[in-house]
Every structure is written in structure tokens, then in C-alpha cells.
């Protein structure tokens, strides 16, 4: 088990931006995939961007180039930088972490969430 807390979240208008971050506070196992997810009361939770340090980023294919993960090496810390917000943007985000590498991983198939930030874009 690893223990992540997200930050960054609130509220902007539409077309600004916020950069979110997951901090692990407890190391358990060694992490090799990290990714962010998001979840609204209309929508199922997805994912939205995963890395690590073999293959790097990869990104749904629905964020037209808005969003940008990038991982601290030194201390695991996970970002998720996230411009031109639109309302479609809200959504509770979740960070997820396991030990594995990314190729292959499924959501259901992280061990670790963290408890989430909330991210609310107003048109």
C-alpha cells in the first residue's frame, strides 16, 4: 500500500487553468505507474492521463492537448497541469498509483487511490 493525497483543486472560470498535485506520504511498495482519473455525478469515473519512467506520458485521446502529467522523480510527486479549462473539465480527480508499469494496466487493475480534489470550471 502506498498512501496519496491530492491538492489543487477549486474553482475557475472557463478557459483558465490549475495545476493539481498527488503526494505519496506512505511508500510501501516501490511505484511504477501513476495516473490521474475523474469522476462527475453524470459521468462513470475515467481516466485522463498515467506515466512512468519507462514509457512515459500517455493521455485520453478526448483532451485535445489541454492537460500535461509529469511526475517529480526525486519525490514522486504527481502533476497533472490543466489548461484551457471547460465545464466539461468538472469532475472530482482521483490519483492512483502500483507498482507495475502502465503498459497493460486497467483502472480497476491500481492498488492505491488517493481520496480525490474537486475541480469546478463555470462557463
Known amino acids: 500500500q502506498v498512501q496519496l493525497v491530492e491538492s489543487g483543486g477549486g474553482s475557475v472560470k472557463a478557459g483558465g487553468s490549475l495545476r493539481l498535485s498527488c503526494e505519496v506520504s506512505?511508500?510501501?511498495?516501490?511505484?511504477?505507474?501513476m495516473a490521474w482519473f475523474r469522476q462527475s455525478p453524470e459521468k462513470e469515473r475515467e481516466e485522463v492521463a498515467r506515466?512512468?519512467?519507462?514509457?512515459?506520458?500517455r493521455y485520453s485521446d478526448s483532451l485535445g492537448g489541454r492537460f500535461t502529467i509529469f511526475k517529480d522523480i526525486a519525490t514522486n510527486i504527481l502533476y497533472l497541469q490543466m489548461n484551457n479549462l471547460k465545464s466539461e473539465d468538472t469532475g472530482m480527480y482521483y490519483c492512483?498509483?502500483?507498482?507495475?508499469?502502465?503498459?497493460?494496466?486497467?483502472?480497476?487493475?491500481?492498488?492505491?487511490w488517493g481520496q480525490g480534489t474537486q475541480v469546478t470550471v463555470s462557463s
Open positions: 506515466t512512468d519512467d519507462r514509457a512515459g506520458p
Open positions: 492512483a498509483a502500483d507498482p507495475r508499469v502502465c503498459y497493460g494496466l486497467g483502472r480497476t487493475d491500481f492498488r492505491d
Open positions: 506512505i511508500h510501501a511498495y516501490r511505484i511504477g505507474c
